[in-house]
DNA sequence: GTGAAAGCGCTAACAT
DNA sequence: ATGTTAGCGCTTTCAC
């Protein structure tokens, strides 16, 4: 690879003003003579530099992390293709990380991308309690969250508004004539589970039902296994009259699974019960049938993050919240009520 | 953050001893005593080693680049996976990169990515004219090529055996009685589509089918839209009689385009034709009808590739290609040939 | 078995 | 405006 001092030697100057002038932030401190023949110099060896040798001086290695649970979870590509995008646009680099939410292996690898310099942090891993990032949040470490936050909020973070996302569906629910509506709930440990359980419920209290005819159930995760499960359990507990009108899952994974815990049970969707899942995740307008869900901008949640995390590396200040707006999307999932 | 003079100090060693102590490989120089003491310090430090000094003084940063079309696109993410969770096992990290097939922003990056020195590279972005990717291989740059290769096949790559897989599909098309088969080509300038074509025709001819009754119909890409445009023009192409009675897409985006074009032309699936694709990208059993396709193994051909871009890092060797099982999933949408 | 010292390639403070 | 110098944190050759 040919170096820095090559490229001052072609230009006939010495390395340091080499440096100098190929650095947009110094180049005015060079002659625009000198300047002109060290980027000719440059160009002709085709100097690239160690980026390497750069961070270990500056102590910046213009790298990010991003933490993710799953990449083949169809919720995250998005999310890690917003944020790379952010970062190219800046010169970062971005090194991507799985945890499988397994603690240790989240410990160990965060540790070993510490070690690595990276500049900050993107976690797409939180959960409402997270020893990890605390104390790492507290140490200073630059990080922003995404989509899931921290109990104790003061770590910045990116995600949608959830409690508005909720709202809609409920209202949407209710506007279709339904008075007994189920909630599929997620993992509690994770603040998306938290908030759009209890959206839920506040939403059919403020719009009148009956809080006996809200049941909620929990799932063990945001898995289509555990909508299935989950809505065996539903349908098991509820029977004749009792049996909620619709259901509103706490993600899509949740709701295709509990779709067919519906069609095991002969039960028609929408017209026996309609279900309502959340995040839109990709290629739903082709599934049978078509889920009405509210809307995610994933890829904007993460480019919002990467642009976040880059100020936060920039200029440290007190972490905001950003929330970004979600819109529901009615497929045919869901329908009137049925009758008799 | 704590450096190895730290622990040395900690130890009372030399930074010299506690480096050996420290490395496994070494660790034999020194004598057992001294490596204790050195690991007890460096454990009560916290000590995390500098991999960005380490690897400017090695010049191996135990980083691999991966370079992907778009992350968005159902197929990638489990190949990042694969190579992802390969490297950790062997303390690499994975730098991600989208690059949208996008010349320049690729040259870019894959200059930016040397620049990092990253010891390789995992590359799905392959065109089969690649003037970027060849000179690269040429100067020694440890490359692994995913799913799509060069024609000049000079350079290490891990795909599925495409050409079983399309011989597959064929034998049971025509199993089902079919003696009219179209194909919808994917772009001929990447291999996978030149080769689905090439063995789709040699496979039809062997099952002894007229070459006239096998017409194939180039789409502009991999995506739905094409797969669309590209089954409008065969339906407005072949009338009557001479309509195909099924169609194998050159993967799954391309046939559930095609899918919708069926749709709005009034036919039905499978009853009026039977289409498959390629790929057995996730959620496949969902839509509508389930699509039959060819599941090829994402995770393992990543990690694979993985695998052998370690191996190629660590002793250079005579280009290995290797090429990875994938099976027929038959499902609902082909059928018997329509009768009369 | 351990210490000393050099140097990976770069940038930035200082000197001219 | 340019040259000089030191040093980021580590590994590794060379002494002892």
Redesign the interface.
Known sequence: MTRLSDVARAAGVHPGTASRALNPDTRHRVSAETVKRVLVAAESLGY??????R??RTRR?R?VA?LIP???N?L???I??GV??AL?VK?Y??????TDNDEDKEAR?F???????CDGFVVATARRKHPLLARAAADGVPMVLVNRVLDSRHTPSVTADEAAGVHAVVRHLTGLGHRRIAHLAGPQELSTGLIRRRTFLDSCEQAGLDPRNTPVIDATGFSEAAGTAAMDKLLATYRGPERPTAVFAANDLLA?GALDALAAFGLRCPEDMSVAGFNDM??LT???PPLTTVHVPQ?EIGAEAARMLLKCIDQPGPPRSLLLGCALVERASTGPVPQG
């Open positions: 690239q530099p160690n980026s390497v040798a961070a270990l290695s790298m991003i799953d990449l083949t169809p995250f590509p998005p890690v293709r790379e995008e190219a010169g680099s971005a090194l991507l990380v799985s690898l540790a070993e991308l510490r070690g690595r310099q295709l990709p290629f082709r599934m049978t890829q």
